[in-house]
């Protein structure tokens, strides 16, 4: 039996790194709607354009075309033994689908990882981190010895303080995302996070899949927490 696995987490609780540790232990690829989306950027069709525009906009692809690509990327070949799907689903409706889809194929998925983390540690990973052109990244409120940090208050005061970011020893100026930049953006994106899980929370949690991972914790402690629940997950079935 194949290995699907749906990973959801908040902004800030550490789902890339995740899913690309069991894209190597267990050779499944990630299956990102919103990357998938973002990948018809470069065409140029009627079809795509709206996706284009809805995703601008902000607002979600609706169920019928979401569940389509999901359908197409599981029919590639790298995604016969399993897949981690990422942003997806995200309605009562896709997850509804999702059940029916894989169950045509004789499969289900395994478990749904919910990346448990403190919303005010969330908040203050996204606002304070800054990263090196290299891509080194530091955090005005942990990893943040040999940086030194200072808000600089805007001309006018129009916009909120900049987070101004040294490298002591070598004078370069970090870069911080122009998203994380404004507390009350990192704020809504956290509220619509637990808006929409909400309801899919519920969903599997009804089935018994939901399985909640502690995240405020260092990278390979939270990888070690999945790799039980999967493992044990392989032995049920
Ligand atoms: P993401 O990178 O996951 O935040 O997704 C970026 C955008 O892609 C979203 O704002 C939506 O417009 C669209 N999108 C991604 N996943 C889904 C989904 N499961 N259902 C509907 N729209 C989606």
Do not use: C
């Not at 509804?96 to 403190?118: C, N, P, R, T």
């Amino acid at each position: 039996m194949a290995l699907f696995v749906i990973l959801m987490g908040v902004q800030g609780s550490g789902k890339g790194e995740q899913a690309r540790f069991m894209q190597e232990a267990y050779g499944i690829p990630q299956v990102s709607t919103g990357d998938l989306f973002r990948a018809m950027k470069t065409r140029e069709d009627e079809f795509a354009r709206g996706v284009q525009q809805t995703m601008a906009e902000g607002k979600l692809i609706d169920d019928a075309t979401t569940n389509e690509i999901v359908r197409q990327r599981l029919s590639e070949a790298d995604a016969q033994a399993g897949a981690i799907f990422d942003g997806y689903p995200r309605t009562p409706d896709q997850a509804a689908w999702l059940d029916q889809y894989l169950a045509s194929k004789g499969e289900k998925i395994a478990a749904v990882l919910l990346l448990d983390i403190d919303l005010f540690t969330a908040f203050k990973r996204a606002f304070g981190r800054v990263s090196s052109k290299a891509g080194v990244s530091y955090n005005l409120y942990s990893k943040n010895s040999g940086v030194s940090f200072e808000w600089v208050e805007h001309p006018g005061s129009n916009h909120p303080p900049r987070l101004k970011a040294v490298v002591t020893a070598t004078g370069e100026e970090l870069n911080r995302r122009p998203d994380d930049a404004h507390a009350h953006a990192i704020i809504k994106r956290i509220d619509t996070f637990i808006e929409t899980t909400a309801p899919l929370i519920a969903y599997y949690e009804s089935k018994g899949l939901v399985k909640r991972v502690p995240a405020d914790q260092p990278i390979a402690g939270v990888s070690d927490a999945i790799r039980a629940i999967l493992d044990a997950a392989a032995q049920a079935r």
